[in-house]
């Protein structure tokens, strides 16, 4: 008898720890699963150290979350000005 409930045994194959078959394409589809769970793991770990990255480097420049929120407004409508005073085109230039 099994000391792992059901449950356990289809998060591990879902993840792909446990085996699913001796067939090829079964260790094919064993070893995908395995390389697909260290990609998400990669990720959030990525995510991660990036958001720590982020917030270290607001608290080097005296900057909080909370204001770079309330500067949005302002960094949206310098957008909004910058792309409507676009330079003309090289073609527009000429024929005037």
Same mark, same amino acid.
């Given at each position: 008898?099994?000391?792992?409930?059901?449950?356990?045994?289809?998060?591990?194959?879902?993840?792909?720890?446990?085996?699913?078959?001796?067939?090829?394409?079964?260790?094919? /589809?064993?070893? /995908?699963?395995?390389?697909?769970?260290?990609?998400? /793991?990669?990720?959030?770990?990525?995510?991660?150290?990036?958001?720590?990255?982020?917030?270290?480097?607001?608290?080097?420049?005296?900057?909080?979350?909370?204001?770079?929120?309330?500067?949005?407004?302002?960094?949206?409508?310098? /957008?909004?000005?910058?792309?409507?005073?676009?330079?003309?085109?090289?073609?527009?230039?000429?024929?005037?």
């Amino acid at each position: 008898m099994s000391s792992q409930t059901p449950d356990e045994s289809g998060l591990r194959e879902y993840f792909g720890f446990e085996p699913i078959g001796e067939a090829e394409t079964d260790q094919k /589809l064993q070893e /995908l699963k395995r390389r697909k769970t260290f990609r998400r /793991l990669y990720t959030v770990i990525g995510l991660l150290v990036g958001a720590v990255f982020f917030y270290i480097s607001l608290v080097s420049v005296g900057f909080s979350v909370a204001e770079l929120v309330r500067q949005i407004p302002q960094f949206a409508d310098a /957008l909004t000005r910058s792309t409507s005073r676009r330079r003309p085109t090289t073609a527009s230039r000429l024929s005037t």
